[in-house]
């Protein structure tokens, strides 16, 4: 089931592509960090995305350009990072929901549609003694396969491979039909008048619990007003492509930009920040598994049940 959790996720994952086109292994879209007296710098700037909020001491060092040495003695020395100056971008969810959502109860729908992977056919004529049933293929997870023989009989197993599924026919079918019998791929049942065949298979079915609406603050740090600009137009621009995303539940999820802030602070690090606000509306969802229905087993009550019109009622 979606949470909040589910949904720092999915933004910490989508704003990665815009930050980093071509990979993590890739330089960012940052600019180059400008040179300084003891170091010149060539590629874009790293920048560290993560959810949560930032460490403060980590983050001075960051956009200082530092990093801690550890000291034989066991204490710490920051020196000059090799890469310069590292941008931050933080995912945080603020405090409380800005809205309740109306709520949507009872609604069942498919999550993860089953696997059938198998390949199954039924030939020959039911009276001939030649209706046979070929399976061939891999099964899913979870895949069975249902014979319905003289609508009277019904047949149905499941297996790691497509042998064992119609092994297991077979031991269910000769009960019934003692001849039957199986050849490789090819499981002969000699029905009378009826011969069906079908497929299924596991799937996943979800049910939202509840709706809420949480508000989502991402924010890039970076040490300089052209950083922070830069990677703020592309992770702006590259969230409002999409309004209802998908999350790692397959659950959907609503995201709608809802305003920004920025702000300048020079003090021991100069820090350029700008906050971008987003709320996002998403399902609490109950999943449990879900079975293809390949036959259906009828109980009739006995009894005494008369059938027609009421007896006539003569009044002396």
Known sequence: MADLSDVTAYLASAVA????????????????????PTQ??????DVRIYEG???????DLDLAGKVL?????????????PNGPCA??????????SYTPYQIQDHTYTVVPPAINLTVTASGQPGAGNTQLTVTGTPANGEYVTVDADRQFTFSATGTTASAILTALLAQAQVQYPSASLSGSILSIPAS????????????????????????????????????????????????QNIVVTL????????????TRQSDDSQNVSLYRRDMIFEVEYATLQTFPGYV????????????HAIGPAPETTVI
Not at 25 to 35: E, F, Q
Not at 219 to 231: E, F, G, M, Y
């Open 248 to 259: 790692s539940d397959n659950t959907q999820a609503k995201i709608t930009y809802a305003r």
């Open 193 to 240: 008048y009826s011969f069906e065949v079908r497929q299924g298979g596991v799937g996943v079915l979800g049910k939202a619990t509840h709706r809420e609406c949480q508000m989502i603050m991402i924010t890039v740090w970076a040490p300089d007003h052209n950083t922070r600009s830069v990677l703020s137009k592309a992770i702006d621009g590259g969230l409002k």
């Open 69 to 81: 040495r550890k000291n034989p003695d066991g204490t710490s020395t920051a020196i000059l990072r």
């Open 53 to 59: 909020w930032p460490v403060s001491d980590q983050l």
């Open 40 to 45: 010149t710098f060539t590629q874009p700037m």
């Open 17 to 36: 592509p815009f930050v980093y086109p071509n990979g993590a292994s890739s330089p960012s879209i940052a600019p180059v960090p400008p040179n300084t």
């Open 293 to 304: 229905v390949t036959s259906v087993n009828v109980a009739v009550d006995g009894g005494n």
């Open 88 to 97: 931050n971008v933080s995912v945080f969810p603020m405090l409380g929901a």
